[in-house]
């Protein structure tokens, strides 16, 4: 017995007039392998599309992250500068 093809096997039969019974019974797994090569396939088209939203999505949250940051250092010295300037002019008066 030997393997011809996947879920195919063969059998070596000497020359000569016989009476041969071809039976075929066949792999039943086939939809499940169907399933999940469609499976595979489709994540393979979806990753670099999750990846790139999921850079471009972290990125966004970075950016409002150093900007509201940055604006609040920004308010943070504003209100020293005024309050240094409301001290000026106190000390003036």
């Known amino acids: 017995m030997r393997v011809e093809a996947p879920a195919l096997v063969a059998v070596d039969v000497p020359t000569g007039t016989d009476h041969v019974v071809l039976r075929f019974h066949g792999y039943g797994g086939y939809p499940e392998l169907f399933a999940l090569s469609g499976l595979t396939l489709t994540m393979v088209a979806v990753a670099p599309w999750c990846c790139v939203r999921a850079i471009m999505t972290s990125e ?34």
């Open 60 to 93: 966004a949250t970075t950016r409002s992250v150093r900007s509201s940051s940055r604006g609040e250092r920004l308010r943070q010295r504003k209100r020293a500068d005024l309050k240094r300037l409301a001290d000026y002019h106190a000390l003036e008066t």
